[in-house]
């Protein structure tokens, strides 16, 4: 019994302490730390691996579909067509394309274009000095090349004059809806770029702004050149590409409401003042109809205008555990 209150008194009344040696040695002190650096090395490393380079989550890229719709209407009054109203249907060509969209802005017109008999344009593919020397049947844009008529265009293109300013000048406030959708298949989520709290009244009435509407999906198209540092109706005149880029990296680990779109814009084609060979964008296409004696017609038009490529791109990650 004796024994037993003496050890139970021990622990209750008495208190030990390891004691600390202060040794001063160089030689000692390197010794110690290194053994300490041995120890804390490989949770330094996988410190830097899980937490700077998030070596916990998994990625995966962006699977994207965009459409687009251009609001606007232009007015015109010229000796050749008169007082005209354009809207959507008259210049965007094609309706529809894939996650791009064409504004006609300017336009060269060769009207009542007719398959008939006529002269050629004199120039050195056309000009014949004998029937020797031209190739019966041979066509060209600027009719046949012989002595004799042959059926070609029965009026020629006109010279290449571009109209100054550009024809359709106030396409620069044209609006621009872009609606992008996107998936992260790995880890089944998706989203849009009309968000959750976008109603209907704002997007009415929204236009994009990087400061005060940055998540507004509508776009005015003298802002878009201009945020990538061009001028609109400089680039209306000969045309061009401009790239609408929607970035979506995201961190699943946080909200889903903070996976945002990110907008930026950049023109491009290449746009090379000391070598400017063959510079915008345009080509030809044609529009039929009859005259009042059945005669097919055709009015030939030469249209420049601006490309918007809408690039998406994006890269999720997301921490997945791993169960043994």
Same mark, same amino acid.
């Given at each position: 019994? @004796? ?16 004691? *600390? ?58 000796? +050749?067509?008169?007082?005209? *109203? ?72 006109? =010279? ?10 106030? @396409? ?18 998706? +989203? ?17 702004? @990087? +400061? ?10 003298? +802002?878009?050149?201009?945020? =990538? ?63 009042? =004696? ?31």
């Amino acid at each position: 019994m @004796a024994g037993c209150c003496a050890a139970l008194a021990a622990f209750l009344f008495e208190y030990d302490t390891p004691r *600390i040696v202060l040794i001063r040695s160089r030689k000692v002190g390197l010794m110690n730390r290194a053994v300490q650096l041995l120890i804390l090395r490989p949770v330094l490393f996988y410190r830097w691996v899980f937490v700077w380079e998030k070596g916990y989550q998994e990625t995966d890229s962006v699977v994207s579909s965009v459409t687009t719709k251009v609001k606007g209407v232009a007015v015109t009054n010229t000796s +050749k067509l008169g007082f005209r *109203i354009w809207d959507v249907a008259d210049y965007v060509i094609p309706a529809q394309e894939e996650n791009s969209i064409f504004v006609m802005t300017n336009m060269i017109l060769t009207m009542n274009q007719t398959q008939d008999l006529c002269p050629e344009i004199p120039d050195e593919t056309t000009v014949c000095k004998s029937d020797a020397n031209c190739t019966a049947g041979s066509a060209g844009t600027h009719s046949n090349g012989t002595s004799l008529q042959l059926p070609g265009e029965g009026t020629t293109q006109e =010279a290449e004059a571009r109209e100054l300013p550009a024809f359709l000048k106030a @396409a620069e406030n044209f609006t621009l809806l872009v609606k992008n959708n996107i998936w992260y298949p790995k880890f089944n989520f998706s +989203k849009r770029n009309i968000l959750p709290n976008i109603t209907t009244t704002y997007l009415k009435s929204c236009v994009y702004d @990087a +400061k005060t509407d940055p998540f507004c999906p509508i776009f005015r198209l003298g +802002k878009i050149v201009e945020n =990538a540092g061009h001028s609109f109706q400089d680039m209306a005149v000969e045309g061009g590409i401009m790239g609408i880029q929607v970035n979506w990296d995201c961190n699943l680990d946080r909200a889903a409401s903070l996976c945002l779109p990110r907008y930026s814009f950049r023109r491009l084609d290449t746009r090379d003042v000391e070598h400017n060979v063959s510079p915008g964008y345009n080509f030809r296409f044609a529009k039929y109809y009859r005259d009042l =004696a059945g005669k097919e017609q055709r009015t030939l038009i030469k249209a420049y205008g601006i490309r918007f490529d809408i690039i998406v791109f994006g890269k999720v990650a997301q921490k997945v555990l791993e169960s043994d």
